[in-house]
């Protein structure tokens, strides 16, 4: 069986790593089943963006390149659609995979279902309603195509269920990134990432945004800045900056706003990096999906800056509040986890460093049904 496995931001890359690795063993150990190309779209290019997560996260190279780049969503989404198309006109793969929900996911199931190539998608009903977000349009659209559909709980596939999709295309297999989070933790354990930003443990809080809802917006970005100055005050921030809020940060006019003795912002970190970091922090505040889904594995308190929940199995069972973009209540928040009255949390259902087993499970038994 080819498989074709996207991948192009960030986020991705963790979660196609554990399939790749689950291939070889399977491959190894059962039978010759699956011979898997990685092709990575280029949507995240920059070395901290893109390399460095395929350092850490033992990936090899791509077997195939696209260089996309960055565009509007139209012109991004387009680029991928065409270059995807011309692969897999190509490759004749017997399976495309997608993961997550970013332009990628979106661009590459299109192009896969309409040259009726079967589709599996990774990480599949996870629901925000808020058509808004770029992600839950990437996410909806390519849930309502795809012939596999892999959920991390019971809420994904209520949610699925509720549109109408069969469920016989629906495999609840768990969390791909937990199987990261839970084969790389020793690795991030040894990162020296604390005393290179000379920190100690328990005593700073890590802050992570990159939400257009959050950081391209003047008002509630200054509003956001203001309350990670009042919570600095009573504990040392650590803030990678993802580009896009670099950019809109400068673009804004909010340098100042920013530039804070107990604010120390960095370039974006590599995967174990940010694992030692939100490992051994006090608190995280973020608006990240990813680091919502580890810090309830790793049992740290985790405030989120989003106005609808989006990991709803991390707020009703694991650490993770939402805060909506209101300053007043992220403080409050904050200052409730350092009088140490904080949210304790409980690990997942299938959130056991498994999930991609069940994947190639599922995959190698059901043939795809329309
Ligand atoms: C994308 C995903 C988002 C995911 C995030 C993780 C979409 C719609 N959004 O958002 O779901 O949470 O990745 O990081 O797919 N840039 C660089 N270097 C890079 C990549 C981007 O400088 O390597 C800058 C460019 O100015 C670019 C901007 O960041 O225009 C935004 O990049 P883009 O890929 O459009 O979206 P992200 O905000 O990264």
């Not at 996911?105 to 192009?111: D, M």
């Not at 673009?251 to 940010?274: M, N, Q, V």
Request: proline fraction near 5%; charge should be positive; hydrophobic fraction near 40%.
């Amino acid at each position: 069986m080819k498989v074709i496995l996207i991948c192009g931001a960030r986020p991705n890359f963790v979660k196609v790593s554990p399939v790749l690795r689950a291939i070889r063993r399977f491959n190894q150990e059962q039978s010759n089943l699956f011979q898997p190309v990685l092709v990575h779209t280029g949507q995240h290019y920059d070395y901290e963006m893109s390399q460095l997560f395929f350092n850490d996260l033992e990936l090899p190279q791509p077997d195939i390149y696209l260089g996309i780049g960055s565009g509007s969503h139209a012109e991004q989404t387009g680029k991928i659609m065409i270059a995807v198309e011309k692969v897999l006109l190509e490759q004749k793969p017997d399976l495309v995979t997608v993961v997550g929900d970013v332009n990628s996911t979106l661009a590459a199931a299109l192009a896969a279902v309409k040259l009726h190539i079967p589709l599996a998608h990774i990480e599949a009903g996870l629901r925000s309603y808020r058509l808004a977000m770029a992600e839950e349009v990437n996410r909806r659209l390519t849930d309502h195509i795809s012939h596999y559909l892999f959920t991390t709980s019971r809420y994904d596939d209520e949610n699925l269920r509720r549109e109408g999709i069969a469920k016989s295309r629906i495999f609840r297999v768990g969390n791909i990134m937990v199987d990261s989070l839970l084969f790389y933790k020793p690795r991030a354990e040894e990162s020296s990432i604390l005393s290179r930003l000379k920190l100690k443990e328990k005593c700073y809080a890590l802050v992570t945004l990159h939400r257009p809802e959050n950081v391209d917006n003047r008002q509630r970005l200054s509003q956001i800045g203001r309350a990670l100055r009042r919570i600095a005050s009573e504990v040392p921030l650590v803030f990678p900056v993802h580009p896009r809020t670099r950019n809109s940060i400068i673009s804004l006019g909010l340098a100042d706003l920013f530039e804070h003795d107990a604010i120390k912002r960095t370039a974006p970190l590599g995967y174990l990096d940010l694992l030692n970091l939100e490992m051994n922090s006090r608190f995280v505040i973020t608006d990240s999906g990813g680091i919502q889904v580890e810090t309830t594995v790793l049992g740290i308190p985790c405030l989120t800056v989003l106005d609808s929940p989006v990991w709803t199995i991390t707020h009703r069972q694991g650490t993770n509040i939402l805060v909506g973009s209101d300053g007043v209540r992220l403080v409050q928040l904050a200052f409730r986890i350092l009088d140490g009255r904080s949210r304790k949390g409980k690990c997942p259902e299938l959130w056991d460093g498994r999930t991609a087993e069940r994947i190639l499970g599922a995959l190698s038994k059901k043939p795809a049904s329309d």
